[in-house]
């Protein structure tokens, strides 16, 4: 989603890049526009996600997922192809939360919703990083992870607050289940399409 029907998602977005910059002393830069092609602190956030944990991870992420989908889609393909390994190291810390995170906590309940979005974001979009996610078996992985969460559905999730038995902000959007369905699928296409092409490469 672009354009004035963003505005609303953009400015939280500015606010949380505020606050970003603000704890890591991250130098100024231009003002954020609707139409810009660049966003400079991306490529620190990526760089911070690889050490956090817990709710700093959750924050993280969902910042990333924010900026991914709501601001400029082809600044974080940029920014996450231009990492060491075109980014997988990236998607394995997804991969390793997930895999750790059989089920939610109460201090992070959107966890795994938030890596869900952003690996439904790599797939359709990074084909460099899924590249080498096929070369490095990463996509069994992936699978596997999604696989497991699809058994283990959690009422925390229809949360973004939890404080202590209730949730206190209802989640929106589209419903956990659905989000994990759409990645299986992407993935099962993806994965068909790429081995079908070296396939043919072979063949030729």
């Known amino acids: 989603m672009h354009g004035q029907g963003n505005e609303g998602g953009c400015s939280w977005v500015r606010r949380c890049w505020q606050r970003t910059k603000e704890k890591w002393s991250i130098p100024e830069e231009r003002p954020l526009t609707d139409g810009q092609d660049s966003f400079p602190v991306l490529g620190v956030v990526l760089g911070h996600i690889m050490a956090a944990e ?3 991870l959750e924050s993280l992420l969902g910042l990333t997922s924010e900026v991914s989908d709501v601001v400029i889609r ?5 920014e996450l192809e231009s990492q060491k390994n075109n980014g997988v190291e990236l998607v394995q ?6 895999n ?3 089920k939610p906590n109460p201090e992070y309940p959107r966890m795994r919703r938030v890596i869900v ?12 990083t899924v590249q080498k996610m096929m070369e490095e078996g990463m996509m069994e992985g992936l ?14 999730e229809k949360y973004r607050v939890f404080y202590g038995n209730i949730g206190v902000i209802l989640e929106s959007g589209i419903p956990m289940s659905d989000l994990v369905a759409r990645a299986k699928a992407l993935i099962r296409r993806t994965t068909t399409q790429i081995v079908g092409a070296h396939q043919m ?3 030729a």
């Open 54 to 56: 817990g709710k700093q």
């Open 74 to 78: 082809e600044t974080f393909v940029h």
């Open 93 to 98: 810390k997804l991969l390793n939360t997930l």
């Open 100 to 102: 750790s995170s059989k």
């Open 117 to 128: 979005r952003i690996v439904i974001t790599i797939i359709e979009s990074c084909h460099r």
């Open 143 to 156: 699978m596997e992870a999604l696989i497991k969460m699809e058994r283990t559905p959690s009422k925390l």
């Open 201 to 203: 490469g072979d063949d």
